[in-house]
C-alpha cells in the first residue's frame, strides 16, 4: 500500500508561487514607488520621517485590509 502523499511530485506541494518575471516587475516598482513616497513626504513636505512612515503604515495597512475583504 503506497501512501498518496509520497506519489505526488514536489512541486506539487510546495506553497510557495513560481518566481517569474512578473513578481520581479512588481517587486522593483513597489520598491521604487514606496522610497519616492517616503522620500516625497518626509523632505519636500516637511513631515519628517517618523509621521512619513506613519502615513504610508496606514495606508499599506488600508490596502492589506482592503485586499483580505475581497
Known amino acids: 500500500m503506497t501512501n498518496s502523499r509520497s506519489a505526488e511530485s514536489p512541486r506539487a506541494l510546495s506553497k510557495v508561487p513560481e518566481t517569474t518575471l512578473g513578481f520581479w516587475v512588481i517587486k522593483i516598482a513597489a520598491t521604487t514607488l514606496g522610497e519616492t513616497a517616503g522620500d516625497a513626504m518626509s523632505m ?6 517618523l509621521i512619513g512612515t506613519a502615513v504610508l503604515a496606514g495606508i499599506f495597512r488600508a490596502a492589506v485590509m482592503a485586499q483580505i475583504r475581497a
Open 44 to 49: 519636500p513636505m516637511n513631515l519628517g520621517y
